[in-house]
Nanobody, 115 residues
Framework: QVQFVESGGGLVQPGGSLSLSCVVS????????MQWYGQAPGKERERVAG????????TYADSVNGRFTISRDNAKKTVYLQMNSLKPEDTAVYYC????????WGQGTQVTVSS
């Protein structure tokens, strides 16, 4: 059974930081490209950051490049997203999935950036 369990979100002031985690099960993980997605209120889910199977290659949306860092631990089947210098426009529910995305999604973790 495929599962994604995201955690680490919360309420933070602009300029603050959060560390998100996503533990996966039900598929190999170590052979999969992984992606973090963000879905802001009233908007489509969008790609935020991606990471190759070995963690050597990462990609970022222009809006988060230089502020967010994606990483992974294949032994723990976990992908991480370090979010720094947060802005109000980063407010969203964040999800992880493989690429191409599986038709299963976790509950996500809410990130709210507000003063």
């Amino acid at each position: 059974q495929v599962q994604f369990v995201e955690s680490g979100g919360g309420l933070v002031q602009p300029g603050g930081s959060l560390s998100l985690s996503c533990v996966v099960s039900g598929f190999p993980f170590s052979s999969d490209y992984m992606q973090w997605y963000g879905q802001a209120p009233g908007k489509e889910r969008e790609r935020v950051a991606g990471i190759s199977r070995d963690g050597e290659t990462t990609t970022y949306a222009d809006s988060v490049n230089g502020r967010f860092t994606i990483s992974r631990d294949n032994a723990k089947k976990t992908v991480y997203l370090q979010m720094n210098s947060l802005k109000p426009e980063d407010t969203a529910v964040y999800y992880c999935n493989r690429v191409p995305a599986l038709p299963y999604w976790g509950q996500g973790t809410q990130v709210t950036v507000s003063s």
